[in-house]
T-cell receptor, first 113, second 116 residues
Framework: AQSVTQLDSQVPVFEEAPVELRCNYS??????LFWYVQYPNQGLQLLLK??????LVKGINGFEAEFNKSQTSFHLRKPSVHISDTAEYFC???????????FGSGTRLSIRP | EAQVTQNPRYLITVTGKKLTVTCSQN?????MSWYRQDPGLGLRQIYY???????DKGDVPEGYKVSRKEKRNFPLILESPSPNQTSLYFC???????????????FGQGTRLTVV
């Protein structure tokens, strides 16, 4: 079955520290990958997406993610976080054999001053 | 401004009282869907629509209905709400469903529903 796994439900980090949010997807010949961010009391907003081409994808707010086919991963990274990055982050996948986006369970990023 | 608009944002209702959550998009998108978000479960798809008059069940359709009479609107109907439908609901739209021209989904602000 197609699935997206975010192993970390919460990630606490200090301000200006680097962060990595992990995402693994079930293997597929053709998959498109996304990271969404949900700020408190808001809807989801697209951070970045991987459709094809370069495996390193840059998104908004200084975030980037790397598509790793051999490890079926799409981890999200930021070299230096800010308080404003406090939010919940969702990894998602769109498989060529499906007609819907599958979401992970989310990772809550909390930034300590 | 391109957006997906849901109403209401907050709703408290009693068990069994029919309710409708509206969703409207102004981007001429073909594909629309409804999700519910519950702690630790992420977003689960309730229903989706590939185009006008074309709807299909998602992962958790029980207790919900939808309709797609116009391209821009995709209301979610709870005929007889129960407490286990207390959740945060999101409507989303995208230009196409499936892999062709794969694009991201645009989300509404969410509707927090409490059924008592």
């Amino acid at each position: 079955a197609q699935s997206v796994t975010q192993l970390d439900s919460q990630v606490p980090v200090f301000e200006e520290a680097p962060v990595e949010l992990r995402c693994n997807y079930s293997s597929s010949v053709s998959v498109y990958l996304f990271w969404y961010v949900q700020y408190p009391n808001q809807g989801l907003q697209l951070l970045l997406k991987y459709l094809s081409g370069s495996t390193l994808v840059k998104g908004i707010n200084g975030f980037e993610a790397e598509f790793n086919k051999s490890q079926t991963s799409f981890h999200l990274r930021k070299p230096s976080v800010h308080i404003s990055d406090t939010a919940e982050y969702f990894c998602a996948a769109l498989y060529s054999s499906a007609s819907k986006i599958i979401f992970g369970s989310g990772t809550r990023l909390s930034i300590r001053p | 401004e391109a957006q997906v608009t849901q109403n209401p944002r907050y709703l408290i209702t009693v068990t069994g009282k029919k309710l409708t959550v509206t969703c409207s998009q102004n981007m001429n998108h073909e594909y629309m869907s409804w999700y519910r978000q519950d702690p630790g479960l992420g977003l689960r798809q309730i229903y989706y629509s590939m185009n006008v008059e074309v709807t299909d069940k998602g992962d958790v359709p029980e207790g919900y209905k939808v309709s797609r009479k116009e391209k821009r609107n995709f209301p979610l109907i709870l005929e007889s709400p129960s407490p286990n439908q207390t959740s945060l609901y999101f409507c989303a739209s995208s230009p196409k469903g499936g892999p062709v021209g794969a694009t991201e989904a645009f989300f509404g602000q969410g509707t927090r529903l409490t059924v008592v």
